[in-house]
């Protein structure tokens, strides 16, 4: 038992440590996909709206 509660104790306190620098990686993540599409679209509405104009 002592086994058991000294390793869930650890990881208890190594917890937050963790799920705050996987959330920071999940945001950088996600503001880099959610950039990168934002960009896409706006080339893909650019194109649109040279067509339109042209025509």
Known sequence: MPLARRSS???V???PEASTSSRKAAQAGFRRASSS?????GNSLWQVTQT???R
């Open 9 to 11: 104790g650890s990881s």
């Open 52 to 54: 339109v104009l042209r």
């Open 13 to 15: 306190s190594r917890a």
């Open 37 to 41: 599409w934002n960009a896409s679209r």
